[in-house]
């Protein structure tokens, strides 16, 4: 058994298989980019999602942040506040020492001042 095969029948063989395996080729490629597609579009969608979760999270901690900056003005604001009344209300130790010192030393005086006014009463008798 002998096949025999001019050359135009091995030539349109030879075309018949390569366009075979170019359709072939053709729709692998064509399947392969669709599911890239596919990938690429659930990939953007997951994107998308994340990021707005994000925004979400970022606005709500920019609220807190903004909420927790104004609690720290009011508190700083008060505490110069009560830092503005303290020397009018507040009388350092050694300022009353020095004041009940004085007290003290007038009452001394006055003390001997009266004896002084008793002995000399007592002498006159």
Same mark, same amino acid.
């Given at each position: ?26 729709? &692998?490629?064509? @399947?392969?980019? %669709? $599911?890239? *597609? ?12 994340? =990021? ?33 009344? &303290?020397?009018? @209300?507040?009388? %350092? $130790?050694? *300022? ?12 001394? =005086? ?16």
């Amino acid at each position: 058994m002998t096949v025999q095969l001019e050359m135009r029948e091995i030539i349109v063989l030879l075309l018949a298989f390569l366009g075979f395996a170019f359709a072939a080729g053709r729709l &692998l490629l064509t @399947q392969i980019d %669709r $599911r890239l *597609d596919g990938r690429f579009a659930a990939m953007e969608e997951a994107r998308r999602s994340g =990021q707005s979760h994000w925004d979400s999270q970022f606005a709500t901690l920019s609220e807190q942040n903004q909420r927790e900056a104004a609690g720290w003005q009011r508190l700083e604001r008060d505490f110069l506040g009560w830092k503005a009344e &303290l020397p009018i @209300q507040y009388v %350092r $130790r050694e *300022d009353y020492v020095r004041n009940q010192t004085v007290i003290e030393a007038k009452l001394d =005086q006055l003390r001997l001042s009266i004896e002084n006014q008793y002995l000399k009463g007592l002498k006159n008798d």
